[in-house]
């Protein structure tokens, strides 16, 4: 392999580990919960080998780290570019007088039926396109309230209301 070819292989390996520890931070796992939960699959010392980027992961390898995680394979890689979405809070504060709207993502399960699963879909593809796994919380911006409106087939003022009746806004005092 050429000397340029092994930079580019070990600069890749390193971003490879980047979004592991990335994911993982997210999901507020040490290295050595990863080890315990997955009844020693994953070694801590070979995870953080991994994501130091001091070691390959193989592809089998990393479709079963995505599924520990819960996440799509391809949110383990690195983008070819830095193309994203960064999280935050858009001030909904005018047009819904509330200032961002948090969702307990720990509480979808409980949405039945073709709504739940609308919102699980759509929710979920908020996710990835954020790059956000903690899967507990999930703050929605104003285009995001709009399609949760759609959804849930109310109109845009009543989306928030809604949400909550359907016990999905994040209540500090009840989960902080």
Request: hydrophobic residues 35%.
């Amino acid at each position: 392999m050429l000397e340029d070819e092994s930079e580019e292989v070990s600069a890749y390996g390193r971003r490879v580990g980047e979004r592991l520890r990335s994911i993982r931070r997210q999901k507020r796992l040490s290295l050595q919960d990863v080890e315990a939960t997955s009844g020693q699959e994953f070694k801590a010392s070979v995870l953080g080998a991994y994501e130091r980027g001091e070691r390959a992961i193989s592809v089998p390898r990393l479709e079963r780290l995505a599924h520990f995680y819960n996440v799509p394979v391809d949110q383990l890689l690195p983008r070819a570019t830095t193309v994203g979405i960064t999280p935050g809070t858009v001030d909904l504060t005018e047009q819904t007088g509330r200032a961002g709207v948090t969702l307990d993502l720990t509480q979808l399960d409980a949405v039945s039926g073709a709504e739940g699963e609308m919102l699980g879909r759509y929710l979920g593809m908020i996710q990835v396109q954020r790059q956000d796994f903690n899967g507990r919380v999930l703050t929605v911006r104003q285009d995001d309230l709009r399609a949760l409106a759609c959804i849930l087939g109310v109109d845009f003022d009543r989306a928030i209301d809604r949400l909550t009746d359907l016990g999905l806004t994040y209540n500090i005092a009840r989960n902080g």
